[in-house]
Every structure is written in structure tokens, then in C-alpha cells.
């Protein structure tokens, strides 16, 4: 087991003031997150303990890699939040998705078929990391034809947006939501990616804050002073929202 205290950070409740995590993969054995239920109850514990006190979970729905559908989803976290009562761990818990743009998605989008929802109309949606999608701006188009507003998840991670910035500015405009990586703020994912996180926080182009937790190393690596003093600034800047999910 890792030493939640290692770095000798005193973590209690440093991330209370977002209150809620919109971004992460905690239902077991669905996706890359947790791959059981008990790991789940550690994870969940271990971002109680940070602070959070609800959970809209996000696991993957890529068709190549995780065909997880709608009703699997809610099942699961149904079973994931009895668990939780009968461990007495009080958080609040419900299940989204993070929803790959493939084929799949178009397809599901073009059904009528209802998408899982972070709040309201909120779509959590993510891309290809190695190059853009020639047809992205138009797949969101489609999706907010549909009534849906896309929450573009990490978008200071797409390497191919780092050297063209006003791409991200575009879908901003656009009417998209751009939801950061705690991580990315701290150098988890690289230099790169932490300046293009600082660079989008500068910008006021960011509305929510995630953890992507997959693992306890991402559990560990939250435990930062960086990332909550970056936190702080923005939640008081007034341009996060994470608290009124
Ligand atoms: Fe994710």
C-alpha cells in the first residue's frame, strides 16, 4: 500500500472547496479505473479525505477498447454506491461517462438515444491524443444540434494543441467547456502539458476541474501543494464550478 503521506503534505480537505469530482474512473472492472470494488472504496475513501464530497463518476465508453452502454454504467454505480452506505463512507455518488468521439458516438448521437449526462446537458467528451479529428468541430456541432453541451475533457493533454492554441480558443467559442486535469497543473503529465494547462487557466478558458483518477498513483500525486494553491485562486477567481454540480 502506498504512504498517503509521503511527500508530508497535510492533505486533509484541500480540495474541499471544488466539493465535487466530475472526471474520474472508479466503478470497478469497466474501464482502465478500478479494477474491483474494493479498490473503488480505497479510491473514494482516499478523495474524501481531499476533501471531495461528491462524485460524478466518468468511465470510458470507447468502442474499440470498452463497450460499456448506458444501463451498464448506471447499474454498476447503483452497486457502487450500496457499497458505500453499507461502509458507512458518506459521499454523494453518480455515474456519467467520459464518451470517446468515434464512430460509435456519432452513431449514438444521430439514434436520439439519450447520452449520461454530468449535469443538466453536460457531455463529457474526449478525442484522439495523437492528432486531431479532421471532423471534430463538426461531431460537436452535431452533438450540440442535439441540445448537449460538450465538456471537452483535458484538452492541455492534445500535444497537437500546444503549438496552436487558438484551436482550443475556437471550441471555446463554440460553446464548448473546457474541463482541466488537476494533475496536469502539478507536471504529472509532463511540462508541456502543465504550461498549456496554466496557459488555458490564464485565459479564463477553463470551467471545471477533474482528477481523471484511474489509480492510487494518481491518488498519491494529488496530494500537492501546487494543485491546491492553484485551485484556491481559481475557485476564488469565480470562474469554477465544480462546487454548484
Ligand atoms: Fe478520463
Redesign the pocket.
Known sequence: MFNLFKKNVDVSAMLSLLKTDM???LIPGIDD?SPDMDTSMALISGLQQLGYKKFIT?P?IMWDMYKNERDTILRKADEVREELRRRNINVEFHAAA?YFMDDYFSKLIKSGAPLLTIKDNWV?V?FSFISQPFDLKQNLFDLQIKGYKPVI??PERYSYFHSKKERVHELYEQGCLLQV?LLSLSGYYGKPVQEMAKYLLKNNLVTLF?T?L?HFRHLESLHDKEIFRIVKEEVESGNIVNAEL
Open positions: 472526471h474520474s474512473h479505473g466518468s470510458h467520459e463529457l474526449e475533457a483535458h486535469n477533474g481523471d484511474h
